[in-house]
T-cell receptor
Framework: SAVISQKPSRDICQRGTSLTIQCQVD?????MFWYRQQPGQSLTLIATANQGSEATYESGFVIDKFPISRPNLTFSTLTVSNMSPEDSSIYLC???????????FGPGTRLTVL | DQQVKQNSPSLSVQEGRISILNCDYT??????FLWYKKYPAEGPTFLIS?????DKNEDGRFTVFLNKSAKHLSLHIVPSQPGDSAVYFC???????????FGTGTSLTVIP
């Protein structure tokens, strides 16, 4: 399976600021995704990060709030913009490794917005 | 609209006994199912999967059963070990590599 790292692992941010989360994979992958896990809830897909084109957002998520970049097949960033306390969550990137149907997850970024 | 449901938020089992975690889904188009294990402050770790052409898949102490007619799957852990204590998520997908729908998780505690 792919080895996935995320930076930062956690952060505490002030309301109204933005945070960019990085996801790095040790091999080229076709599919990369960004998820959110709010306290006590399941994992919710934010968007699919597409290499070389705009991300595909799920219902309830918009590019202005969660801009995503994917400049190549091993790296992606998710920005949480104009944060509010409701954005406090764990943000996870995941990939589908070549030749499998399984998603593998990064370690997550725990975000607290004050 | 929760398409994948785990109705038991928590489960406690004695070490050495069997742990059974349940998952129900509503979308008959789902054809691939996975279980993930998550420790606090870590990302989910893939555990075991099953495709809809099978009704059982086994990997060591972990077995997943799929009942398509009932839209139900379960994860059996035998024997349970204290290190199995974690939150377990089931997930389902209708297309290879596309969106996965996750349940809300079941917190398993294995008592030594």
């Amino acid at each position: 399976s792919a080895v996935i790292s995320q930076k930062p692992s956690r952060d505490i941010c002030q309301r109204g600021t933005s945070l960019t989360i990085q996801c790095q994979v040790d091999s080229q992958v076709t599919m990369m995704f960004w998820y959110r896990q709010q306290p006590g809830q399941s994992l919710t897909l934010i968007a699919t990060a597409n290499q070389g084109s705009e991300a595909t957002y799920e219902s309830g998520f918009v590019i202005d709030k969660f801009p995503i970049s994917r400049p190549n097949l091993t790296f992606s960033t998710l920005t949480v913009s104009n944060m509010s306390p409701e954005d406090s969550s764990i943000y996870l990137c995941s990939v589908v490794s070549g030749g499998t149907d399984t998603q593998y997850f990064g370690p997550g970024t725990r975000l607290t917005v004050l | 609209d929760q398409q994948v449901k785990q109705n038991s938020p928590s489960l406690s089992v004695q070490e050495g006994r069997i742990s059974i975690l349940n998952c129900d889904y509503t979308n008959s188009m789902f054809d691939y199912f996975l279980w993930y294990k998550k420790y606090p402050a870590e990302g989910p770790t893939f555990l075991i999967s099953i495709s809809s052409i099978k009704d059982k898949n086994e990997d060591g102490r972990f077995t997943v059963f799929l009942n398509k007619s009932a839209k139900h799957l379960s994860l059996h852990i035998v024997p349970s070990q204290p290190g199995d204590s974690a939150v377990y998520f089931c997930a389902a997908s209708a297309n290879t590599g596309n969106q996965f729908y996750f349940g809300t998780g079941t917190s398993l505690t294995v008592i030594p």
